[in-house]
């Protein structure tokens, strides 16, 4: 069955600095790969998504994430976080018609 | 252009109540999900319709959940009876159905909280 880990619950940044959220899948073929954003008492916004080709891929407000496929990750990064960055970030997987599985989120904190 | 619509946005009941959920999906969108995320996990896809049909209900406890979707608009998510591990945010989200399964993407309405005593 197909999962994903974000391995870290609750990070702080301070504004300015640059961000990395880790997400590691399970997936038995090619996966398709997300990250959401959700701000408080929102939904789930898409940040970025990849399915195939450039394992490099740029997504809305600044994010970019990084599909390694030897070690079954889907790092989102970005190089300067703002405070309005501050929010909770979901990886999610799914692949050929299967449903989407979500980790359990990031919360991200940002510091002045 | 107007995004899902969910109501109402938050609601308390006491357990063995009932309670029901609408949704308004984004225009022509005809892909439409029902997610439960309770505190401290992500989303978990409930039941998803295409159009007035189900694709996929295989994590909707039957027993106490129900949903449709008469006209493939408007959706709504029934509990009778709730439980004390009811309470969750009841996200609906909606996507066009243009044969590319999960590639495409899901628009999300704001949820609705969800708390039992």
């Known amino acids: 069955a197909q999962s994903v880990t974000q391995p870290d619950i609750h990070i702080t940044v301070s504004e300015g600095a640059s961000l990395e959220l880790r997400c590691n899948y399970s997936?038995?073929?090619?996966?398709?790969l997300f990250w959401y954003v959700q701000s408080p008492g929102q939904g789930l916004q898409l940040l970025l998504k990849y399915f195939s080709g450039d394992t490099l891929v740029q997504g809305i407000k600044g994010f970019e994430a990084e599909f390694k496929r030897s070690q079954s990750s889907f790092n989102l990064r970005k190089p300067s976080v703002h405070w309005s960055d501050a929010a909770e970030y979901f990886c999610?997987?799914?692949?050929?018609?299967?449903?989407?599985?979500f980790g359990t989120g990031t919360k991200l904190q940002v510091i002045p | 252009e107007a995004g899902v619509a969910q109501s109402p946005r938050y609601k308390i009941i006491e357990k063995r109540q009932s309670v029901a959920f609408w949704c308004n999906p984004i225009s022509g969108h005809a892909t439409l999900y029902w997610y439960q995320q309770i505190l401290g996990q992500g989303p978990k896809l409930l039941i998803q319709?295409?159009?007035?049909?189900?694709?996929?209900d295989s994590q909707l406890p039957k027993d106490r959940f129900s949903a449709e979707r008469l006209k493939g608009v408007d959706s709504t998510l029934k509990i009778q009876p709730a439980k004390l591990e009811d309470s969750a945010v009841y996200l609906c989200?909606?996507?066009?159905?243009?044969?590319?399964?999960?590639?495409?993407?899901?628009?999300f309405g704001p949820g609705t909280r969800l708390l039992v005593l």
């Open positions: 999610a997987v799914g692949g050929g018609y299967q449903k989407v599985t």
């Open positions: 997936y038995g073929a090619t996966p398709y």
């Open positions: 319709f295409q159009n007035n049909g189900v694709v996929d």
């Open positions: 989200a909606s996507s066009l159905d243009r044969g590319r399964g999960p590639k495409e993407t899901q628009y």
